[in-house]
C-alpha cells in the first residue's frame, strides 16, 4: 500500500468504526421549509434588486432593449472616465459602444488584462433579495480571470433572468453546476479594519449593472 | 499519530491566558468596538428574513446527515473531483498535510505560495512548515496580511485581526511595506495592501486555498470571501491546492441555497458577501491547469461516534458565537491558545486535540447561551460545554492528584451531604457555627480556599440561624387549628 493509499484507507476506517454499521444507504430528507418561491409581482422584484445594487454602492443604468446596450456601456466607461475595455470574444459585436479601444479576450495573459480598466459581460442569472449575480462563465459572460483583474466590472443583466431569491436563482444556473461559477454581490469590499465597510481590495473597485429587455 | 491544533500544546490554561488579556485595555475596547458592530448588523440581517429558523433547522439536517454518511460522501466527492481533472490527496493529520502540499510545491517547483484565509490551513501550521523548507507563503486575506506582517495569531475565525485597531495596522504595514506616510485612514490601508499584492497576485504561480464547502454531487469546492484576493488565488496560478477538512462535505449543489443565506448574515451582517467561487477539478482555457485537494482528518473523526460530540462537526465557522459571547467579548481571541477561539473554539479545541490539551476551555463559559441562539447550524454549544466539563472532570478522577485535588473532594463531600437528610442538617448546623468566623454584617467575607474565589469579588450572604424546613416544623407546633370553611 502507497500512503496515500493507506492515509485514505485509515481515515474512512475511523469513519467506518465510529459510525453504525446499519446506516441506511438512502439519503434521509430534509425537512426544507424555508422559502424557496418567490411571491413578488415582477416589477417589486426588480425594485428590490434595484434596492439591495444600490445599498452595495454599484452603479445601475437603465435600457428599453439591447438596441440601448452600446449607449450606455459607453455612458459607464465615461461615468469612470475609462477609454479601454475588454471583453470576450464571444461578446455580441453589436452591442459594443463605438469609439472605444475594445480590446478582445483571445487568451490574452495577465500581465495583458491587468492593464485594462474595464470589462463588459453578460451573466447567467441575478438574485434580487441579496443583490447577487450569477456568472457560469460560458460564452459572453467570459472566463473568470477577465471579470477580476479589471477595476470596472459592466454587467449586462437581461431584466428576465432577476430571481427574487437565492434558491431560485441557484436553481436556474443549477445545469451548469460543474462549470466554474462566480456570485458578485457589489464591488470588492473588506470589512477587516475596525469592521469599517471598504470598497475595492483587489476585485473590481467598481460594478455598473446594466438592465435591459422585458421583464 | 500527531493531531496538532495550531500551538495549542504550548498555550497557558484559560484562566491565565484571560487574566492578562483583560488588562489590556486597548484589547478589550477593540474587541467591544468589533463584535457589537457585527452583532448589530447581524441582527438587522438576520430580522428581515421571516424563514431564518427553518434554514437553520435545514442547515442542521443537512450537516448531521451528511456526517452520518461521511464515508460516502467523502468518496463521492472523490470520484467526482477526480472525473473533473482533480487529483484527491488524504491526510490523517497536520504533518501529513504538510508533507503532501510541500511534496506538490516542490514538484512544480516553486518557493513562493499565494494563499486565501484558511483556518485549516492555520490548525495545521502550514505556514510554519512551508517556511522550513524554504517556501514563502503569502497571505493575501487583509486581516490575515495584518496578522502575518505583525508576527501574530489570529484572533477570531472570520476577522482575525480584529483585535487591532487602524493605528496598530498602519504601523505594522508602514514598517512591513517601507510606505512611511501611510496615513491610519483604512481606505487607505486597504489600497495599500492592494497594491503590494499585486504583483504577487500575477507572479506566483501556486496558490492555496481552503474550502468554505466541498460538494460531493458535482466535486465542486465553494470559496466564501469579500475582498476578491480569494478569486485571485483561486483563478490566476497554474496550480492549486485546497486543504479541506472532512466536515466540510455537503451532499449537493441544492443544499447551498441553505449556507448561503444563512453564512454571510451569520459571519459579516451581510445580505451577500461579495464574492462566493465554484470550481470544480479544472476547467480548460479557465484557471488553474493543475488541481491538488488535500482531505484533512486531524482529529475530526474522532468526534463522530458520540451523537453529541460530533455536532461540533456541523461548524460553518461563521464566527457569530464568539461575537455573542459574554466571555470573548472581554477577553478576546488569544487567551483562547487556539487558533479556533470563542465558544465554538471551547468545545472544537480539546476535542480535536482528544482532551490532552486545551482542558479549561470547556469552563471558560457562563453557559448563557447566546452562541447557541446565534448559531446558524444549530450548534447545542451550551450542552456540549457541560458534557466535555464531565469528560474532564472524569479523566482528572482516574489520577490521584486529580482524585485528591481540593474542586474533587469537595464535590465529592457535597454528593455524601446530599444524599442523606441526616447528613444534610448535620451540615447545616455545621455550617451555621463554622461561619461565624467568617461573618460580617449579615455577609460572609474572606472564605478560605476555593470558595475565596467568590467572596473576593462579591457578596454571599451568611446562613440563616433557622433553615426553611426548621421553621415549617416549628409553624406546625406552634398554630392554631385551621378554622372551618365560612360557609
Known amino acids: 500500500m502507497t500512503p496515500a493509499t493507506s492515509a485514505r484507507e485509515a481515515i474512512l476506517a475511523r469513519i467506518r468504526a465510529a459510525l453504525p454499521a446499519d446506516r441506511a444507504p438512502e439519503p434521509e430528507s430534509i425537512t426544507r421549509t424555508y422559502k424557496r418561491a418567490g411571491n413578488l409581482p415582477r416589477e417589486a422584484c426588480l425594485d428590490l434588486l434595484l434596492d439591495r445594487l444600490t445599498d452595495y454602492e454599484s452603479e445601475i443604468l437603465h435600457v428599453a432593449d439591447e438596441s440601448g446596450l452600446p449607449a450606455a456601456i459607453a455612458q459607464a466607461l465615461q461615468n ?60 459572453a459572460q467570459g472566463r473568470r480571470a477577465i471579470t477580476l483583474l479589471p477595476d470596472h466590472h459592466i454587467c449586462l443583466l437581461h431584466r428576465s433572468q432577476v430571481h427574487e431569491l437565492v434558491p431560485e436563482a441557484l436553481a436556474a444556473i443549477a445545469e451548469h453546476r460543474g462549470e466554474p461559477i462566480t456570485t458578485i454581490s457589489g464591488p470588492s469590499a473588506t470589512s477587516d479594519i475596525e469592521m469599517t465597510r471598504i470598497r475595492g481590495v483587489h476585485g473590481p473597485r467598481n460594478l455598473t449593472v446594466i438592465l435591459y429587455g422585458a421583464i | 499519530m500527531s493531531i496538532r491544533v495550531g500551538k495549542t500544546a504550548k498555550a497557558p490554561d484559560f484562566p491565565a491566558a484571560a487574566k492578562v488579556a483583560l488588562q489590556d485595555q486597548q484589547l478589550r475596547k477593540n474587541v467591544h468596538h468589533a463584535t457589537d458592530v457585527i452583532r448589530n448588523k447581524r441582527a438587522l440581517r438576520v430580522q428581515e428574513m421571516d424563514d431564518w429558523q427553518e434554514l437553520r433547522q435545514a442547515a442542521h439536517e443537512i450537516k448531521e446527515h451528511t456526517l452520518a454518511h461521511l464515508d460516502h460522501y467523502l468518496q463521492e466527492f472523490e470520484r467526482n473531483c ?27 517547483g516553486g518557493d513562493e505560495v499565494i494563499k486565501v484565509k484558511t483556518m485549516t490551513s492555520d490548525e495545521v501550521q502550514m505556514n510554519v512548515a512551508l517556511e522550513a523548507k524554504g517556501i514563502m507563503a503569502h497571505e493575501t486575506d487583509l486581516a490575515d496580511m495584518i496578522v502575518q506582517l505583525g508576527h501574530d495569531e489570529p484572533s477570531h475565525i472570520v476577522v482575525p485581526a480584529l483585535h487591532r485597531n487602524r493605528f496598530e495596522i498602519r504601523d505594522i504595514f508602514s514598517k512591513k511595506m517601507g510606505l512611511p506616510d501611510l496615513t491610519a485612514d483604512p481606505e487607505d490601508l486597504a489600497a495599500a495592501a492592494r497594491s503590494y499584492l499585486r504583483d504577487r497576485f500575477l507572479r506566483v504561480n501556486l496558490g492555496i486555498s481552503g474550502a468554505n464547502f466541498a460538494i460531493a454531487e458535482t466535486g465542486s469546492v465553494c470559496v466564501v470571501e469579500s475582498e476578491g484576493n480569494g478569486r485571485m488565488c483561486v483563478t490566476l496560478p497554474d496550480v492549486l491546492i485546497t486543504l479541506v477538512g472532512i466536515e466540510k462535505l455537503i451532499p449537493a449543489f441544492e443544499d447551498l441555497e441553505v ?24 476547467h480548460a482555457g479557465d484557471g488553474p491547469k493543475e488541481f491538488h485537494v488535500i482531505l484533512l482528518d486531524n482529529g475530526r473523526t474522532q468526534l463522530l461516534a458520540s451523537k453529541m460530540e460530533r455536532e461540533t462537526l456541523d461548524c460553518i465557522r461563521c464566527g457569530a458565537c464568539l461575537n455573542a459571547c459574554p466571555v470573548y467579548r472581554e477577553t478576546g481571541g488569544h487567551a ?23 482542558r479549561s476551555l470547556p469552563y471558560a463559559s457562563s453557559l448563557c447561551g447566546a452562541c447557541y441562539e446565534v448559531c446558524p447550524v444549530k450548534i447545542n454549544i451550551p450542552e456540549i460545554l457541560i458534557h466535555l466539563r464531565g469528560r474532564v472532570v472524569h479523566d482528572d478522577q482516574q489520577t490521584l492528584s486529580g482524585n485528591l485535588s481540593q474542586m474533587n473532594l469537595a464535590m465529592k463531600g457535597a454528593a455524601l451531604v446530599f444524599g442523606s437528610r441526616r447528613r444534610y442538617e448535620a451540615a447545616q448546623r455545621l455550617g451555621r457555627m463554622g461561619q461565624l468566623l467568617f461573618k460580617r454584617n449579615g455577609q460572609l467575607e474572606h472564605l478560605p480556599g476555593m470558595a475565596g474565589g467568590w467572596t473576593r469579588y462579591r457578596d454571599l450572604r451568611a446562613l440563616p440561624q433557622q433553615t426553611f424546613r426548621e421553621w415549617w416544623k416549628q409553624r406546625q407546633a406552634t398554630a392554631p387549628a385551621p378554622e372551618s370553611e365560612a360557609r
Not at chain 2, 459579516?268 to 461579495?274: A, C, D, I, L, V
Not at chain 2, 476535542?351 to 490539551?357: D, G, P, R, T, Y
Open chain 1, 80 to 139: 469612470a472616465g475609462e477609454t479601454r475595455l475588454l471583453a470576450d470574444a464571444a461578446f455580441p459585436a453589436a452591442w459594443l459602444p463605438a469609439g472605444v479601444d475594445v480590446v478582445i479576450d483571445r487568451n490574452l495573459s495577465i500581465e495583458a488584462m491587468n492593464g485594462i480598466p474595464a470589462v463588459v459581460t453578460t451573466c447567467e442569472a441575478a438574485a434580487a433579495s441579496t443583490g447577487t449575480i450569477l456568472l457560469v462563465h460560458h460564452g
Open chain 2, 336 to 358: 483562547y491558545g487556539s487558533i479556533y477561539s470563542g465558544p465554538i473554539g471551547a468545545i472544537l479545541s480539546p476535542q480535536l486535540n482528544s482532551l490532552e490539551h486545551s
Open chain 2, 259 to 282: 449556507f448561503l443565506q444563512l453564512l454571510p448574515r451569520s459571519a459579516t451582517g451581510e445580505r451577500m458577501n461579495p464574492y462566493n467561487s465554484l470550481w470544480t477539478g479544472v
Open chain 2, 82 to 108: 477526480t472525473a473533473a481533472g482533480g487529483t484527491v490527496h488524504w491526510a490523517r493529520d497536520a504533518d501529513e498535510a504538510n508533507a503532501i502540499a510541500i511534496g506538490l510545491i516542490q514538484q512544480y
